[in-house]
């Protein structure tokens, strides 16, 4: 399996509402981040665990909450979001030892 | 951008035509990253090229580095429909993206 999942694909959420974002990875890789992205701009890095340890948070909202349950699983969760939350997420993992990440398909974001 | 710029911002050309695209960074370098990224899809890696490489090639890809300018280029040649989408560079290490440069080539 050399793929990143994410689910959902789309997710539509009023902004008092709590939702989960999914990432899952069965490459063995001990790295994982989250991105955000808004249109026509690049990937932001948001948070990178390391072996199940939040290692940075790019001093995002406390509205956003990840959580790493074990090294395949990377969630973000979701509480009292902003309109300007609307965005694609990307979740991507890394192999130790060496550089290149593997990207999701990304969950695509509606804040109303 | 988080750590550079790309340029050009938007590309347009024919099938067949070589593409090329340029990153500039701020920081030293371990490596550089180029990944290119299909219409609201994820990010699939291209290519990386170490800080003490010059040039490196793949394929259609060629990828030059210029530590002392501090810039990359990504050339893609002979270029297909099938090549649009937006190629972005990023700093290896703590992965801080350029602008990204979005290519349409037209058939």
């Known amino acids: 399996d050399t793929e990143v999942t994410q689910t959902p694909k789309h997710l539509v959420m009023g902004m008092t509402n709590k939702k989960s974002l999914k990432c899952e990875q069965h490459?063995?890789?001990?790295?994982m981040y989250w991105y955000k992205q808004k249109a026509k701009k690049p990937p932001e890095l948001m948070f990178v665990?390391?072996?199940?340890?939040?290692?940075i948070n790019e001093s995002v909202p406390s509205r956003f909450s990840p959580e790493c349950p074990n090294s395949s699983l990377l969630n973000l969760h979701l509480h009292a979001l902003q309109p300007e939350d609307s965005a694609l997420y990307l979740c991507?993992?890394?192999?130790?030892?060496?550089?290149?990440?593997?990207f999701g398909p990304g969950t695509r974001l509606l804040v109303l | 951008s988080q750590q550079g710029e790309e340029d050009p911002q938007a590309l347009s050309i024919q099938e067949g035509e070589n593409a090329t695209m340029n990153c500039s960074y701020k920081?030293?370098?371990?490596?550089l990253q180029w990944y290119r990224q299909n219409s609201g899809r994820g990010l699939v890696h291209l290519i990386l090229?170490?800080?003490?490489?010059r040039e490196k090639h793949s394929g259609r890809l060629r990828v030059t580095l210029d530590t002392s300018k501090k810039s990359s280029s990504l050339l893609i040649t002979a270029s297909r429909a099938a090549d649009t989408a937006s190629y972005f560079c990023?700093?290896?290490?703590?992965?801080?993206f350029g602008a990204g440069t979005r290519l349409t080539v037209k058939p």
């Open positions: 990023a700093r290896g290490g703590d992965m801080r």
């Open positions: 991507a993992s890394r192999k130790g030892g060496e550089e290149t990440q593997y």
């Open positions: 090229i170490r800080s003490n490489e």
């Open positions: 490459m063995g890789h001990r790295a």
């Open positions: 665990y390391s072996y199940e340890k939040l290692s």
């Open positions: 920081t030293s370098i371990n490596n």
